[in-house]
C-alpha cells in the first residue's frame, strides 16, 4: 500500500483545497492530511485564520478524500509523522516548491500545481473589506505602528491618518490619506483606531460612535467610569464595536500566563508587581502640552494584570507619586498600592524613572516571573522552591500583539459581537478609566519632593 501525506491549514475550505486532496490521493492508495492547529498557525505567523481545528478538520473529513486526519502542532512534526506513519510520497501545492525538498531524505516528495485564482486568504479579504481610519497623536510610537500592522490583517485596509500634529509621510513610511480634519476621516472609513490624548478621547469616540463607525481606541477609552459606561451604552444602541486597545491583552504569552494563573498553578495568588518604565516619551518636545503622564502611558497596561488576575474589587488604592518641579502638572514617577481582602499589587510607573521592567505574580506554591519587558512578552516562567518543578514557557509574539487585536476587532465587526471579551472585559475596562480618574481627582494621592 502506497501511504501519501500533505498538510495545510484548510481554513473555509474551497475549490484549490479539493483539488489538492483528489491529485494528492491519487498518487497512492491511502492519504493522511495533517490540519494545522490554531497555535501553530499562530507561531508561523498565520493569525487571520477564521474557522477553530475543529471546524476546518470537519471540513475536510466531509470531502471524504482523506483515508486518515492528523493534526500538526509543531515545527519538524513531518519528518516524525513521516517515520511514524511510514509514508511513502509527501505532496503539497506548488507554492511550497522546493521549500520540503529535506523530506526527500524520508520519501518522494511531490509539488502538485497550485490551482490558480482561489485561496482562503482571498476569500477571507475579499468577504469584508473594513476600512480603518487612524487618528490621534502622531507622536506616539504606537500611532504609526497600527497603520502597519493593518496590512498584516485579512478583511482590513487603512481608510486614512488625521492627526492634530502634522505627520510627514515620508518619514510615517507608509502610502495613504492624510486628513487635517477628523469628520471627513469619519467619513471615508468603516471603523477608527484612536490614539489621541487621553483628555481628548471620550469627545471623539463620542463622535465617531454617533457617525455610526466602529472604534478601537487607546485604552483608557474615557478618564471616568461614568463615560466609560455611557460610551458602551451608545455603541450597544447603535450596534456598533466598542473595543479598548491594550496590546498586551492580546498577546498569546500573557493570555496563557493568565489560564495557568486561573487553573492553580502558582496556589493562590498573593500579590501581583508590575513596573513600566520608559524615559524617552514626550522628552525632546518644548510643549508640555503634549506630554503624557506615566499613568497616562503606562497605567493601563500595568493595571491590566491586577485587575484580571485580582479582580477589580480592590479595597483601597494608594498612589504615590513624584513630580518635576519645573513642570508640575506631569508625574515623573508614580506608584500605585492596591489592597484586596486577602492579596496586594504594587505598579511602579515612570517617564523620568528607569527601573527593570518586569513582571511578578506570587502564589501559596509558586510564583511567575515575567522578564523585561513584560508587557511585551513571549516568554515566562513558573518558578518553585523546588526548582527541578520550574517551567518555561514560549509563544510567538507577532507586532507586539497589536497585529492579533487587529484581527479580533476586525472579527468582532464582521459578526456584530465583541469577541474580544476573552481579553478584555468591559468591567476591567471600567475599572481602570475609574482607578485613573480618582488619580486625577486627587483621592488617595500621596505626594513626594522630586
Ligand atoms: N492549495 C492549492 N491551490 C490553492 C490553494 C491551496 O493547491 N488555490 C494547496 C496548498 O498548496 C496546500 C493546501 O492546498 O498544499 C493547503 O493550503 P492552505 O495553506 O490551507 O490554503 P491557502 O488557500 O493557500 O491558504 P492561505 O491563503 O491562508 O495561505
Not at 501511504?3 to 483545497?17: A, C, E, S
Request: include cysteine; charged fraction near 30%.
Amino acid at each position: 500500500m502506497i501511504k501519501v501525506i500533505t498538510y495545510g491549514t484548510y481554513d473555509m475550505l474551497h475549490y484549490g483545497h479539493i483539488r489538492l486532496l483528489e491529485r494528492a490521493k491519487k498518487l497512492g492508495d491511502y492519504l493522511i492530511v495533517g490540519v494545522t492547529s490554531s497555535d501553530y498557525d499562530k507561531y508561523r505567523g498565520k493569525i487571520n485564520v477564521e474557522q477553530p481545528l475543529l471546524e476546518r478538520i470537519n471540513a475536510v473529513r466531509d470531502t471524504g478524500i482523506a483515508d486518515e486526519i492528523i493534526v500538526e502542532e509543531y515545527e519538524g512534526q513531518k519528518i516524525d509523522d513521516i517515520i511514524s506513519y511510514g509514508v511513502d510520497i509527501f505532496a503539497i501545492g506548488s507554492d511550497w516548491k522546493g521549500k520540503f525538498d529535506y523530506l526527500n531524505e524520508y520519501c518522494k516528495v511531490v509539488y502538485l500545481d497550485r490551482t490558480e485564482g482561489i485561496s482562503s486568504s482571498e476569500i477571507r479579504t475579499k468577504e469584508n473589506k473594513i476600512r480603518i481610519g487612524i487618528a490621534g497623536d502622531a507622536e506616539q510610537v504606537e500611532f504609526m505602528k497600527y497603520c502597519t500592522e493593518c496590512g498584516y490583517v485579512n478583511g482590513a485596509e487603512v481608510a486614512g491618518i488625521y492627526s492634530e500634529k502634522k505627520v510627514n509621510p515620508i518619514v510615517a513610511n507608509v502610502e495613504t490619506t492624510f486628513f487635517d480634519d477628523y469628520d471627513a476621516l469619519l467619513d471615508t472609513c468603516d471603523a477608527v483606531y484612536l490614539a489621541p490624548h487621553p483628555f481628548k478621547r471620550y469627545e471623539m469616540v463620542r463622535r465617531a460612535l454617533l457617525k455610526g463607525k466602529h472604534v478601537l481606541c487607546k485604552s483608557p477609552i474615557a478618564l471616568d467610569g461614568e463615560q466609560c459606561r455611557e460610551l458602551f451604552e451608545l455603541a450597544d444602541e447603535k450596534e456598533l464595536i466598542l473595543m479598548e486597545a491594550i496590546k498586551t491583552a492580546y498577546s498569546t504569552a500573557y493570555n496563557r500566563l493568565r489560564l495557568l494563573v486561573k487553573s492553580g498553578k502558582i496556589g493562590k495568588v498573593m500579590s501581583i508587581n508590575a513596573t513600566c518604565t520608559s524615559l524617552a516619551e514626550g522628552k525632546e518636545s518644548g510643549d508640555f502640552r503634549h506630554h503624557w503622564n506615566a499613568i497616562d502611558s503606562w497605567g493601563t497596561i500595568a493595571m491590566l494584570p491586577v485587575f484580571q488576575m485580582l479582580g477589580t474589587e480592590y479595597k483601597d488604592v494608594r498612589y504615590i507619586c513624584s513630580r518635576d518641579k519645573e513642570h508640575p502638572e506631569i508625574d515623573a514617577f508614580l506608584e500605585m498600592n492596591f489592597i484586596y481582602p486577602s492579596a496586594t499589587a504594587n505598579i511602579k510607573l515612570g517617564n523620568r524613572v528607569k527601573a527593570e521592567g518586569d513582571l511578578i505574580v506570587s502564589g501559596t506554591k509558586g510564583y511567575i516571573y515575567v522578564p523585561a519587558p513584560w508587557w511585551k512578552t513571549d516568554y515566562f516562567e513558573v518558578r518553585y522552591e523546588d526548582p527541578s518543578q520550574n517551567a518555561r514557557y514560549f509563544y510567538q509574539l507577532d507586532g507586539e500583539g497589536i497585529r492579533f487585536e487587529l484581527v479580533q476587532f476586525v472579527r468582532s465587526v464582521r459578526e456584530g459581537r465583541p469577541l474580544s471579551d476573552a481579553n478584555l472585559d468591559r468591567k476591567t475596562t471600567e475599572c481602570i478609566s475609574e482607578t485613573i480618574s480618582n488619580y486625577y481627582k486627587g483621592n488617595h494621592v500621596i505626594q513626594l519632593d522630586w
